[in-house]
């Protein structure tokens, strides 16, 4: 049994030193660098953050100078940030947590039909106990209208969410001209900015949020840790009702023993992301561009979404007449998607392409490239041989030339 264990373990290992990774929206790899400062406080320093002894103590200390080290990166207070298990429960706590704290207010609330299931699903619940929710759609270049935000406030609107960087299409919404007019109605403004963090350089009072979420696994951070900036300075200053109880940490807002081996881990991500920013961004984006020069003179190939207000990692294509799901099973030893890992397992086409105004065969036909920092201009030549390798066999099967 332990050869074969033994076994399995160097055919992984293999498999993952051959693999081409480009699904970095869904998740990272994690920084060996972030690994190692973890490691200790998964073995030796395995005191809990919220006892008072010397031990407790010395953990704690940790634990705030990688809250200072992430306020660092979005240029925020360090008791602004709640530590969450990741984004999707910090969005949860966030909208819900302001809805039940204002309902007296007002019951109201604005998003966008491209968002991540986590905010449009949250949303949802929330209809269920009597809110109302505006679900606005977006241009066919994936960009909201900011007038419809203006035109949808009413008096009982409470909060307006719109993400800063959308997982599938890269495209950067207005969110600072969104937050304006938001704070000019009295309302309060939040943005998934999941996608964004750690990426581009993020000042949530210039972006005007009022409440901010993000997830470490998305910048070579851990999995299973996140955090929610909530504004605690006027005019604009948050208040939320907790959704976990027992125990009081995080300001009474997120009771719970603190993963203290993660939030050191996504401090520790968050010092390399704002030290490394600018070299992995002009990195990555070269790259990105030299891969979509070359995949966009495959015939009938098409970039969805806003070309000039995207993030420089992503691309998401669309090859007409092929099937997504087919191509990507096609590819040998390269890792992309079709869409948000969040909802990939769904045969439903892209809740975010049908918005933008794309048929369900084109949907289908559309794949998301996702660049990192670890890749090279060797992975990017193997992808796009690949890819049109594939492609040409795909439409082949399909068309096939008849027998005379």
């Given at each position: 049994?332990k ?28 920084d060996p660098r ?9 073995t ?15 953990i ?56 991540h299931?986590?905010?449009?699903d ?17 241009q066919?270049?994936?960009?909201i ?15 307006v ?15 600072r ?10 309302v ?8 964004a963090v ?60 603190l ?15 704002k ?37 420089y ?24 998607s ?24 084109d ?6 490239i ?15 041989n ?12 399909k068309?096939?030339v008849p027998?005379?």
């Amino acid at each position: 049994m332990k050869c074969k264990a033994l076994l399995i373990d160097i055919v992984n290992l293999i498999l993952v030193k051959l693999m081409i990774y480009l699904d970095n929206n869904a998740t990272t790899k994690l920084d060996p660098r972030v690994l190692e400062v973890m490691m200790p406080y998964l073995t030796e320093e395995y005191g809990n953050a919220a006892s008072n002894h010397a031990f407790g103590v010395s953990i704690n200390s940790s634990v705030q100078t990688a809250r200072e080290q992430i306020s660092e990166l979005v240029n925020c207070a360090p008791t602004d940030l709640i530590f969450t298990s990741g984004a999707t429960e910090a969005i949860n706590l966030a909208i819900k947590g302001l809805a039940k704290e204002n309902q007296q207010r007002g019951n109201h609330i604005i998003t966008c039909e491209t968002e991540h299931p986590a905010v449009l699903d949250t949303c949802r619940a929330l209809e269920a106990d009597g809110f109302q929710v505006s679900y606005l759609p977006v241009q066919p270049n994936g960009l909201i209208n900011i007038e419809l935000i203006r035109e949808a406030i009413t008096p009982s609107t409470i909060l307006v969410s719109v993400m800063l960087v959308n997982n599938e299409t890269g495209v950067i919404q207005p969110v600072r001209e969104i937050s304006e007019i938001c704070h000019s109605n009295g309302v309060f403004f939040m943005t998934d900015a999941t996608q964004a963090v750690g990426k581009m350089l993020i000042d949530v009072n210039d972006l005007g949020a009022d409440l901010m979420v993000f997830s470490g696994h998305k910048f070579y951070g851990p999995k299973g840790v996140g955090a929610l900036y909530i504004r605690s300075r006027r005019p604009f200053k948050v208040k939320l009702n907790p959704l976990l109880h027992g125990g009081g940490h995080e300001r009474g807002l997120r009771s719970g023993t603190l993963n203290v081996p993660g939030i050191v881990g996504l401090g520790q991500a968050a010092f390399l992301a704002k030290s490394e920013l600018k070299q992995n961004s002009f990195n990555i984006k070269v790259l990105r561009d030299y891969l979509e020069s070359n995949l966009l003179s495959i015939n009938q190939s098409y970039i969805n979404g806003d070309v000039s207000n995207r993030m420089y990692n992503v691309c998401n294509l669309r090859f007409k007449g092929i099937d997504a799901d087919a191509l990507i099973v096609g590819l040998k030893d390269i890792m992309l998607s079709n869409g948000s890992a969040c909802s990939s397992a769904k045969v439903e086409p892209s809740h975010v392409l049908k918005a933008m105004g794309l048929s369900d065969e084109d949907c289908y036909s559309s794949i998301r490239i996702s660049i990192g920092k670890y890749n090279t201009k060797e992975d990017i030549d193997a992808v796009v041989n690949e890819l049109k390798e594939t492609i040409t066999q795909l439409r082949e099967m399909k068309n096939p030339v008849p027998i005379r």
